[in-house]
């Protein structure tokens, strides 16, 4: 059996500040980036208000579909939210849904999720400092009485740690079962052809062809989609119970 | 013979993590019985619904990746085995 299944590599050290290292989730979060950013200029090009192409018809459609998403949520006066909701969709399905093409997800490494987890939390953290004032921003964890200081602290940290490890969680089982099913048709290929005395010709893994494909719709598409959506709404959810 | 020791233990422990599983499993099989059973009274909600339900079932899944998440650090990040 040579199934391998590894944390993201290092593939290159940058001489800046005693080397740092550039894993592989960092090269494909470019890939991302360049995706996402070349999708976007590609959609918004020459727009033109008289006679809208069916591109620009494809762009209204997804600002709109953002815009709504954050209305329903968070309630009419959030409408500046928009962008960041869309962002943090943008780049976690394309992110999850990256490993179609044969690259490692960025997302099945934790350090990815986790700093969309922190970026989340700060804004949690900012807009509490924002209705609430200093004073109230630290009463917040004494209440109802002091003896539960403890406990929300440990309740305010565990929203990033649950939010980034749920994507996490999601992506790399995907990755690993993925990497496991891979395996086990490969070694059925082999059994199956075993008996051709030619060894090339043995190890031509015939039952790897379409099979994964059943797979990969549901760990690709379906499961990067609703983590995508579920990190959005609790987002939304949580900005705006702070803001209150 | 410490190493054997550590290793097998963290076998078990791997299969004893992933029990979790079941929590999950009974908390969305209810959660996804009573969508059915709002679909069937309301079906114009049906969208709604839906939505509502998977949000709710990937939230609900989120202590079973937790064991999942215990039992991949002991599968392949050991930090057990280091201490001996």
Known sequence: ?????NGPKVLFTLPFFGGIDVSQSVVSSWVVLALVTVFCLWLTHDMSVTNPSKRQIAAEKLVLMVKELVENNMGQNWQHFAPLVATILAYSF???ALSITGLRSPTADFSVTLAMALITFSLIQLYH????????FFKRFVEPVP????????????????????????????????????????????????WIP??????????????????SVYFDMFSSAIQAYIFCMLTMANVASAAE | MERA??????AIGIGIAMIAGIGPGIGEGYAV????????????????VTSTMILGCAIAESTGIYSLVVSLILLFANPLVNLL
């Open chain 1, 198 to 215: 030619n060894t090339f010709i043995a190890n031509i893994p015939i039952f790897q062809v379409g099979i994964p494909a059943v797979l």
């Open chain 1, 147 to 194: 003896v539960m200081l403890p406990m929300n602290i440990i309740g305010e940290v565990s929203l990033p740690a649950s939010m980034s490890l749920r994507h996490f969680g999601n992506i790399t089982s995907g990755t690993v079962i993925t990497a496991l099913v891979y395996g086990a048709l490969a070694a059925f290929s082999r059994l199956v052809l075993g």
């Open chain 1, 1 to 5: 059996m040579d199934v391998s299944i």
């Open chain 2, 33 to 48: 019985g009573q969508a059915c059973a709002a679909i069937g009274r309301q079906p114009e909600a049906q969208s709604k």
């Open chain 2, 5 to 10: 020791i550590v290793l097998a233990a963290s």
């Open chain 1, 129 to 136: 400092l924002k209705s609430k004032g200093v004073f109230g």
């Open chain 1, 94 to 96: 394309c992110s999850s």
